[in-house]
């Protein structure tokens, strides 16, 4: 049971950290440009950026950005998941043939 308890710890934590890590990569994203918009000259090439980023995001969002950054965050956390169950299956593979 504790082999069966560690794995759904690490794929819970591996959900949480898949699907935060996005959202903070964007959100840490779109604060630096907005802090680098207060610098005289780059106001339009930081707006530029942001623009985009926000248009991408609202591209996956069917034209909302924040439901677009969900579809993105709950894709990433799916693939984490896939990849965690991956490496389990492999440790119990590994430890048995040795």
């Known amino acids: 049971m504790t082999i ?3 794995f759904l710890r690490s794929v819970l934590l591996t959900v949480i950290f ?3 890590a996005p959202m903070l990569l964007v959100g840490g994203g779109l604060l630096f440009l907005f802090l680098m918009g ?3 000259g780059l106001q339009e090439l930081t707006d ?3 623009t985009a980023i ?3 995001l609202a591209t996956f ?3 909302t950005p924040v439901r677009g950054l969900f579809v993105i965050s709950l894709t990433c956390s ?3 998941t896939l990849f965690d169950i991956y490496v389990c299956y492999r440790c119990q593979i590994l430890r ?3």
């Open 61 to 63: 969002g069917s034209g």
């Open 4 to 6: 069966f308890a560690s």
């Open 38 to 40: 207060c610098f005289p």
């Open 96 to 98: 048995s043939d040795s």
């Open 54 to 56: 926000v248009d991408f």
């Open 18 to 20: 898949s699907f935060v």
């Open 48 to 50: 530029a950026i942001a």
């Open 78 to 80: 799916f693939v984490g």
